[in-house]
């Protein structure tokens, strides 16, 4: 079954030089441009590219041979061939980098059922507004990330479009 990641419905876009992304949990992520407040990973487009968001979680509602939700990713970001995976996370403490990994590690095994990835720069982000910096003890959860996907997978909520 093919899964169309970039789905127009699910899609919105921006070339603002920062933006915020939400995922208020009652319905699926998206961009925010003011109340800084709420915003859970931060976007740095210090050029002003356009920057294709893709909202995943909530929004494709992906479903496995059993008709069960696939655990995904909140959302992705499109620059031209760069795809940035992102999992939005308001957790004081517990193992919201373990579980973030893991959704984005599916989400990439299933994007890759449907896309060619190697045609793609490929990124991951887990944003925590409330742990909004990455530290060693994520160190097994990124190597592990690694190991599993072959793309590097940051912990801080700062994402910078290059």
Same mark, same amino acid.
């Given at each position: 079954?093919?899964?169309?990641?970039?789905?127009?419905?699910?899609?919105?876009? &921006?070339? /603002?030089?920062?933006?915020?992304?939400?995922?208020?949990?009652? &319905?699926? /992520?998206? !961009?925010?441009?003011?109340?800084?407040?709420?915003?859970?990973?931060?976007? +740095?487009?210090?050029?002003?590219?356009?920057?294709?968001?893709?909202?995943?979680?909530?929004?494709?509602?992906?479903? %496995?041979?059993?008709?069960?939700?696939?655990? &995904?990713? %909140?959302?992705?970001?499109?620059?031209?061939?760069?795809?940035?995976?992102?999992?939005?996370?308001?957790?004081?403490?517990?193992?919201?980098?373990? +579980?973030?990994?893991?959704? !984005?590690?599916?989400?990439?095994?299933?994007?890759?059922?449907?896309?060619?990835? %190697?045609?793609?720069?490929?990124?991951?982000?887990?944003?925590?507004?409330?742990?909004?910096?990455?530290?060693?003890?994520?160190?097994?959860? !990124?190597?592990?990330f690694k190991d599993e996907t072959?793309?590097?997978?940051?912990?801080?909520?700062?994402?910078?479009?290059?």
């Open positions: 079954m093919t899964i169309k990641f970039f789905k127009e419905s699910c899609k919105s876009s &921006t070339r /603002a030089s920062q933006f915020g992304l939400y995922d208020n949990e009652a &319905t699926y /992520a998206s !961009i925010v441009i003011e109340n800084h407040e709420i915003w859970q990973g931060e976007v +740095e487009n210090s050029k002003e590219k356009k920057v294709v968001f893709f909202a995943i979680d909530k929004c494709l509602e992906i479903k %496995d041979e059993n008709g069960n939700l696939e655990s &995904t990713c %909140d959302c992705l970001l499109k620059q031209e061939k760069q795809l940035i995976f992102v999992e939005l996370k308001s957790w004081k403490k517990g193992r919201w980098v373990k +579980e973030g990994r893991e959704q !984005i590690t599916n989400t990439i095994s299933l994007f890759k059922k449907s896309y060619i990835i %190697d045609e793609y720069q490929v990124k991951a982000h887990i944003c925590n507004n409330k742990r909004p910096r990455s530290h060693t003890g994520h160190a097994v959860n !990124i190597q592990q072959g793309f590097i997978l940051s912990t801080n909520n700062k994402i910078e479009i290059r």
